[in-house]
């Protein structure tokens, strides 16, 4: 193996007797990752549940509990290395209520293996682990079809497999998905071409797993640096710890750090072996910026031209995986990045049935279920969906009582406006995307993003509010009510691309007009506020007003949501 | 631009790097367990690079059954004043005392004194909360499906059926008071790659490691180094054989190899060739099958 080999993590999902554990069992073997006195040990047992000298499944069943079921029942870590690759083997159970263990496998994965018995075809097992698969997005799959001997090597199976399989891996946004006529127990296109397959045109099933490409996989383009730890060994040193998610990061590089918003440059990348030139993921590094800047664990610090989403709330995929049924409006822990905040399922949208896809409404989550719910977070995360980013898009449930990790879940799509272009008679304001001056920029100057806030017969705390904001530091101005032109909507949104706070005060209530200046503003940055339940005093409606900016994460002042956070 | 793909040892590098932080970051009092071997010294070096340019911002601790190789001490000592760490040593100086060894009360008793009873004393003296280890999942099979975070109980035992599931890289660091974690930051390392690091980063190695002349016992397969008078029976005697250690533990109970590879590179040459896996020459993995995994239930690493 050479030094610059490079190192795939896979994952093998089969049902219980697709000859899965025989097939790692044969890869290890194949790889010369096998020591003789572990052959000679399971040559030994007493047990032998295969037809030929030597049981390979033996080799990978670790745990006394299982080797006297004959069942593999947790995550096992295997290795193995060929010259041109590394191999990290997550080896997980396929039985029925193991989905936990599966997704625990398929978290860290680049390629899943999917097991198919050819004799028996794509059953609902087979589904299952496609779907997840696909939920916990991983890039390559490839369906080893075993037991190839049994149905004497036949091409219509394989084929007829391989359609059905590809119907349903489409369905759930599989792609690159590869398939391999295979015997685990004889050992056919494992390694070599098998000549009992000359229809099959591929390659055999290790050359496929030392070539699929791991560079396209990866994100260079949007920085994502979680900060794990600060390193201060001496006054004048302050490095910024982490593992890079995502993007480069080179000295010189002008960055923003999150929740502040401050940006400033890359000074320098020290490292044991010498200061870096450039520092990309998965690496660790340490970093150090021009700028005393106040970063502590659990800041973020990006690309200022593409930033995450920051908010308390998002939408979420979610895998559950303790006895304990998950609740809405409990109170979990909730990991993400190196951040560690209280969170709610605010609310669980429906379950999704992993046999047939389809939505179920649910209460409660059970062990093993996978639901799509709504999270609410005490404090603000820095996100990206699932899709776009496999590490700043995930993060675990704790139990905070029991201190079980109690679910992984996977952000999905978020739901952020796209803003419709702005026409005001002759005049037409450019998008955003095609500005000099991006929203990031704005929202680093001004410490807030902009938002349209619509306030109904209050004028005195329209102008308290803005008083109140502006005292924060806002960039903040009123839009007095207008009863003739009606464009109120279209000059909040004009308040709103240059990074403004728009605080439209009108004297009645106008659902048209209120509507408009939401679609304008984009739905997550416009406040209707309902004079309803306002308190009267203006004193306590403005603080009301505040703390709704707040939680749509429109204001980040840090002091603010730090009071008696604490976990 | 050049192609942005760490090779599988700097991946792995990245990885241990990752969780050596995320420990010191999250947990109060952290230790590291030092065994002097190979997996001890390449845990030291990821923690140098860790933590660079600080030095090691925690103890290690050495748990000493009191029957470890000369030249172990040796090599601990020097790299102690090297690297500047805080090194505290453990024994269970009351089970030697009363004359623990394997020959009187077999292998499993004798570890069960001088590792595991010696190792959750020392835990619990240093009041410790996590605690990382050098062990590989590549080692042994029950190894295979322990978590880099292993939630032990107030007894220190471990519990494979009601381990928390790990996914990603985001781990959960949440314990109660007397609970522990112990931590494995070179999980998903083999034994060539600790080879291939050692020699890519030449790290510092106890001598024993390599091929020399030693004056040994030769007992069937077994090659037996004689240190702590060991107990020779009637009609044998030790000899010069070219032998080097494997792995590394107490004398009495780590066979030798024959070998002559004097150097890195030859080493692994060797290991390549190697058909017989790593803690073969260990007599304690040997006892029982799975003995390994009732070991750890009870508290070992």
Known sequence: MSVESQLLRFTTAGSVDDGKSTLIGRLLYEAKSVYEDQLASVQNSSVNRST????????????????????TIDVAYRYAATPRRKFIIADTPGHEQYTRN???????????????????????QSRRHAFITSLLGIRYVAVAVNKMDLVDFREDVFNKIQAEFLAYANSVGLKNVAFFPISALEGDNITESSPRTPWYKGPPLLDHLESVDLVEARNFTDL?????????PTLDFRGFTGQLASGILRPGQTVMTLPSGRITKVKSLPSYDGDLAEAFPPMSVTVCLEDEVDVSRGDMIVDPNHVPHVSRRFAAKLVWMHE????????????????????QISRIRHRIDINTLAEQPANKLELNEIASIQVETRRPLFFDSYQQNRITGAFILIDPISNATVAAGMIEESTAESLEPLKLGSLEFTGETEATVTP???????????????????QDLAMLLERKLFDLGCQVHVLADDRESHLLPELARVLNSAGLIAICSIAAPDPVEAERAAALAGENRFLLIDPQTLPVRDEEASEVIMKQLEDRSVLRRKERFEIGEGI | MEPHILSHLRALEAESIHILREVVAEFANPVMLYSVGKDSSVMLRLAQKAFFPAKIPFSVLHVDTGYKFKEMYEFRDNLVKELGLNLIVHTNQEALDAGTNPFKLGTQKCCALLKTRALLDALAAGGYDAAFGGARRDEEKSRAKERIYSFRDKFGQWDPKNQRPELWNVYNAKIEKGETIRVFPISNWTELDIWSYIEVEKIPIVPLYFAKEREMLVRGNNVIPLEHNYPIQIGEKPEMVKVRMRSLGCTYCTGAIRSDAETLPQLMDELVQFKRSERENRIIDHDTEGSMEIKKREGYF
Do not use: C
């Open chain 1, 440 to 458: 990031a920029e704005r929202y680093a100057r001004a410490g807030h993003y902009p938002a349209t806030v619509w306030l109904t017969a209050r």
């Open chain 1, 324 to 343: 304990t049924p998950g609740e809405a409006e409990r109170d979990y822990l909730l990991k993400h990045t190196s951040q560690t905040v209280r969170a």
């Open chain 1, 224 to 232: 994502r640096f979680p900060v794990q730890y600060v390193n201060r």
């Open chain 1, 52 to 71: 030929g000298p030597i049981d390979f499944s033996l080799l990978t069943d670790g745990l006394r509990a299982e080797r006297e079921q004959g069942i």
């Open chain 1, 102 to 124: 599966m997704a625990t496998g398929a978290s860290t994965a680049d390629l899943a293996i999917v097991l198919i018995d050819a004799r028996k075809g794509v059953l609902v």
